[in-house]
């Protein structure tokens, strides 16, 4: 079965700083894709990024940057610069296909980001 | 772009009673929505997948007879909790997938959740 892990459960940092989330992944796919999600406390889930398993290019978005590495089954996130406003839990996911043919996702525990002025 | 408007966005209300939450599609067709619940502080669990027009499929664990689910129309999918209890109280998520996927690089989009209190 799929599972995603992230071992942070806590981060806290001062602005400015850079910080980076770790996400490892089982999965028995082949083909699969990655997802990070951003929750702020208001609860709503912010979508950031979706990868597909071919595709291992890293990927930047302004602040943001994804780390994708199969070898070692791994889609770390960094914050660049990191502000008070993301300050958020985040979380990885991993879609796995149901016995109806559709789409779930599987999540991580979150890793709660805490950032300081 | 594609959103999913949930409602109501919180609910308190006493034990015995059934309480509905309703997940619509407001510029789209999803033919599969999504139903999750999230504990204070932890993740975020699949209960069930609802498909329009036919039974929803529970993961395990989940009771179907106390977690109802109706995917009536390509907008609208509807979780009702009956005879909600205090253990009950969480965060319920839905989400709604488009029909054409390769199209959208977010396969799945998320209402605001409700948060559900039972007293």
């Known amino acids: 079965a799929q599972k995603v892990t992230q071992a942070q459960t806590e981060i806290s940092v001062v602005e400015k700083e850079d910080v980076t989330l770790d996400c490892v992944y089982e999965?028995?796919?082949?083909?699969?894709?990655l997802f990070w999600y951003k929750q702020p406390p208001s609860g709503e889930l912010v979508f950031l990024i979706r990868?597909?398993?071919?595709?291992?290019q890293n990927e930047i978005s302004g602040r943001y940057s994804w780390n994708f590495q199969k070898s070692t089954s791994s889609f770390n996130f960094t914050i660049t610069a990191s502000q008070v406003v993301d300050s958020a839990v985040y979380f990885c996911a991993l879609s796995e296909l149901t016995q109806g043919g559709s789409e779930k996702l599987v999540f991580g525990k979150g890793t709660k980001l805490t950032v300081n002025p | 772009g594609a959103v999913v408007s949930q409602h109501p966005s919180r609910v308190i209300c006493k034990s015995g009673t059934s309480v509905k939450i309703e997940c619509r599609s407001l510029d789209f067709q999803a033919t599969t929505m999504f139903w999750y619940r999230q504990f204070p502080k932890q993740s975020l669990m699949l209960m069930a997948t609802?498909?329009?027009?036919?039974?929803?499929?529970?993961e395990q664990g989940v009771e179907k007879d106390k977690f109802l689910i109706n995917h009536a129309s390509l907008t609208l999918s509807t979780l009702t909790v009956t005879s909600a209890h205090p253990e009950d109280s969480s965060f319920y998520i839905c989400?709604?997938?488009?029909?054409?996927?390769?199209?959208?690089?977010?396969?799945?989009?998320f209402g605001d959740g409700t948060r559900l209190s039972i007293l």
């Open positions: 999965t028995r796919d082949t083909t699969y894709y």
């Open positions: 990868r597909n398993s071919f595709d291992e």
């Open positions: 609802s498909n329009e027009g036919s039974k929803a499929t529970y």
């Open positions: 989400s709604a997938r488009e029909l054409h996927v390769v199209k959208s690089n977010q396969p799945q989009h």
